[in-house]
């Protein structure tokens, strides 16, 4: 029996160009943290969606299709995401909705035409393939990266500053981009070196309950929001470890 690969709880979001003149690129360009020009075939992007004062409302996958763009993301989330995507729509001719007809699926290992994790090459590989049944790789997904200390979606990093979710070290924000939602605080953090608190996947013996996001008790892991003078560098996993640090 084949190992499961099916990321059943992920969701597509597709946004089609109405209008062969719109630029679906050119929208998201001003709303997310990613460089959207950097969005080509075989090279999905790891962006957020921001609040105004530059904390994380959704994060994401970006994938070229064509003219269209694929938003990898929670599938708990993904009616909130096209909404607040169709609120910055305004008058434009885009389509914003979710594709019930792909699904999104992983491998720790590589596999034919699947592309590494733009994060982190160590969370594996992923794809995109035509929905149909199957056994979810769900569960294995969330220990490999928790794992490696790769904190993911709004139970985690939901309200954090950007930055202190890891998306600088996780090439989730382009500093050379230009304006987007959050982009003022985002830069200035980045500007001033600021990020005094940080993301982090914590063995669940070492908890804080005051500082945490969320626990995995099965898994043994706590995601904690943390100062970083109650940190110790030495533990951080390889990715995180900066000369700053």
């Not at 699926?105 to 393939?129: F, K, T």
């Not at 990266?145 to 309200?159: F, I």
Request: proline share 6%; net charge negative; hydrophobic share 45%.
């Amino acid at each position: 029996m084949s190992t499961p690969t099916l990321l059943a709880r992920r969701a597509l979001i597709r946004l089609s160009p109405i209008d062969p003149q719109e630029d679906v690129r050119g929208f998201l360009q001003g709303l997310v943290t990613q460089d959207t020009k950097a969005v080509t075939p075989g090279n999905p992007q790891y962006a957020g969606l921001l609040s105004a004062q530059g904390k994380a409302m959704f994060d994401f996958l970006l994938w070229d299709d064509g003219s269209d763009v694929l938003i990898d993301c929670e599938a708990d989330v993904a009616e909130a995401l096209a909404k607040r995507l169709t609120i910055y729509r305004l008058r434009r001719r885009i389509s914003i909705a979710r594709d019930e007809t792909l699904q999104v699926h992983w491998s720790p290992e590589p596999v034919e035409g699947a592309v590494a994790d733009p994060r982190l090459a160590a969370l594996g590989w992923r794809w995109i393939a035509l929905a149909a049944d199957g056994p979810s790789a769900d569960d294995a997904w969330r220990a490999h990266r928790l794992a490696l200390g790769v904190p993911e979606g709004a139970a985690e990093l939901g309200d954090i500053l950007w930055l202190e979710t890891n998306a600088a070290e996780l090439n989730g924000v382009s500093f050379t981009k230009g304006c987007y939602v959050g982009q003022e605080n985002t830069a200035r953090m980045n500007w001033r070196q600021k990020v005094n608190r940080r993301i982090v996947v914590l063995p669940l013996a070492e908890a804080d309950e005051k500082r945490q996001k969320i626990g995995y008790p099965a898994l043994g892991w706590s995601v904690e929001h943390r100062r970083l003078e109650d940190l110790d560098p030495a533990g951080w996993p390889v990715w995180l470890q900066t000369p700053q640090a």
